[in-house]
Structures are given as structure tokens and as C-alpha cells.
């Protein structure tokens, strides 16, 4: 059975740099055809996809938030970390964690979500 | 702004049959697979449709999906009020090094 779970801040300040975990179990990212990927929604918004890490270390970003983002992977742990930094109001949202299966090549299982509050 | 364009409503009575669109363009829709996600209130997205029209497993075949050309469809036979979630379809988009688009959400009520 595959589960993801985020944690990591609820609260940050503007200008501060958000650092999420995304702790998983039930797969292993070192699997070829794998990815964990980030995605988060403003309250009342929609989806927005913010970036990808395949087993082979290959990463994807949104353009548009590619300078501020920066996901890795550690295997041995089993967990994906995004950070992003210089944040802002607008950044308030949930994140969601999601394994993106090679069969499906979708997020097929995703976390629970965390909500983060940006605010000083 | 979503990349991806859906009605932001749709609305129908229990049994009746609903269908959601998403258009994109050639980078995306185009040339790649269209994945929808299903919302509940409150809760995570769950994927409904895989490559076009697959379903995963637990997914009752009141849901289908169809692409063609830079637009895809999502249709739900058989409305039921447990239907009424948030849709979004989703699509990887060949530009800037390649990422992965959503639309903008359809809200779906059971009237």
C-alpha cells in the first residue's frame, strides 16, 4: 500500500525560505519509471503543479516558480523535500505530495495535503 | 490563469449523463495524454482518468474520458449526488524543458 504524508511549517514569514518533506512508504523512488511530485492550491483556487523528481534524479519544474524551487530526493529515507524560498502571501496554499507512477505516467496516490500560511 | 481551459460549472440531475471539457494547445493536449483528477470536498484529488480514457482500478466505468486533438473530455453517466467534487484535467506540456499543466477546475453540482 503506497503512502505519502507532507509536513513541515504551517506558519512562515514573508521573505523566508519554506522547506516541505514528503515522507513515503509502499514504493521505492530508486524504482525505474518513479517520481514524486509537488502540487499545491490556494484556498478556494485551483491546482497548481510545482515540480517532479523521477528515480533517475531527473527534476522538472513550473517555469514560473523555477527560480524559487528546488526539490531533491533521499532513497535511504524514503522522502522528496521541495524548498522554496522567497515567499510570499500568495504562496499560501496546501502542498500536496503525490507518487507519479510509470504505468499511469499520472499521481496516482497522493498525500494529505499541509497547509502553509504565509504571513508575517 | 491554468494553461488548461475548463468550464468553471456544470450541473445536472441525478442519472442524467454530464460532460466536462478541457482544451490546450499543441504543446500540451496536443501531444501528450490528459489525466483528470477528481476533488471532494475537503479532501486530496484522486485520479479518475489515466491516458485519455483509462480508468484505475475502483473507478466505476460511469466515468470516461476522450481526446481529440488539443481538447479532451471527461463524461459521467448515471449522475449521482456522491459526483459532485471539483474536476480538473491535467496534461504534460512539452515547452521550457518540459512540466506538467492543470486546468482550472470545473465544479460539479448534483442539482
Known amino acids: 500500500q503506497i503512502t505519502l504524508k507532507e509536513s513541515g511549517p504551517t506558519l512562515v514569514k514573508p521573505t523566508q525560505t519554506l522547506t516541505l518533506t514528503c515522507t513515503f512508504s509502499g514504493f521505492s523512488l530508486s524504482t525505474s519509471g518513479v517520481g514524486v511530485g509537488w502540487i499545491r492550491q490556494p484556498p478556494g483556487k485551483a491546482l497548481e503543479w510545482l515540480a517532479l523528481i523521477y528515480w533517475d534524479d531527473d527534476k522538472r519544474y513550473s517555469p514560473s516558480l523555477k527560480s524559487r524551487l528546488t526539490i531533491t530526493k533521499d532513497t535511504s529515507k524514503n522522502q522528496v523535500v521541495l524548498t522554496m524560498t522567497n515567499m510570499d502571501p500568495v504562496d499560501t496554499a496546501t502542498y500536496y505530495c503525490?507518487?507519479?507512477?510509470?504505468?499511469?505516467?499520472?499521481?496516482?496516490?497522493w498525500g494529505q495535503g499541509t497547509m502553509v500560511t504565509v504571513s508575517s | 490563469q491554468s494553461v488548461l481551459t475548463q468550464p468553471p460549472s456544470a450541473s445536472g440531475t441525478p442519472g442524467q449523463r454530464v460532460t466536462i471539457s478541457c482544451s490546450g494547445s499543441s504543446s500540451n493536449i496536443g501531444s501528450n495524454t490528459v489525466n483528470w483528477y477528481q476533488q471532494l470536498p475537503g479532501t486530496a484529488p484522486k485520479l479518475l482518468i489515466y491516458s485519455n480514457n483509462q480508468r484505475p482500478s475502483g473507478v466505476p466505468d460511469r466515468f470516461s474520458g476522450s481526446k481529440s486533438g488539443t481538447s479532451a473530455s471527461l463524461a459521467i453517466s448515471g449522475l449521482q449526488s456522491e459526483d459532485e467534487a471539483d474536476y480538473y484535467c491535467?496534461?504534460?506540456?512539452?515547452?521550457?524543458?518540459?512540466?506538467?499543466?492543470f486546468g482550472g477546475g470545473t465544479k460539479l453540482t448534483v442539482l
Open positions: 491535467a496534461a504534460w506540456d512539452d515547452s521550457l524543458n518540459g512540466w506538467e499543466v
Open positions: 503525490a507518487h507519479r507512477s510509470s504505468i499511469t505516467a499520472a499521481f496516482d496516490i
